[in-house]
């Protein structure tokens, strides 16, 4: 899946956290942030985090990719 904006890798982030069967609660316990900022991820706002790190990465002419790994991790894939 190509990440192209924030309303892309929230879309992402909310598809592989319920393919896993996890609540908003236990991701954001699990990944220690808070669940409104979860949510805030997962509906596509343009946290200064998220904001930043695709702009940065759109100048560059890269791509952002998730993929899922055998541990239930996220690997993060930028390629140009």
Excluded: C, F, H
Excluded at 26 to 54: D, F, H, I, P, Y
């Amino acid at each position: 899946m190509k990440i192209a904006n924030s309303t892309a890798l929230g879309g992402a982030i909310y598809q592989r956290r319920t393919d896993l069967g996890l609540t908003q609660a236990e991701l954001a316990q699990r990944a220690n942030v808070s669940r409104q900022w979860l949510v805030a991820v997962e509906r596509g706002k343009n946290t200064a985090e998220v904001g930043r790190v695709l702009a940065v990465i759109r100048v560059l002419g890269l791509q952002l990719a998730l993929t899922p790994t055998t541990s239930n991790d996220l690997d993060v894939i930028v390629d140009g």
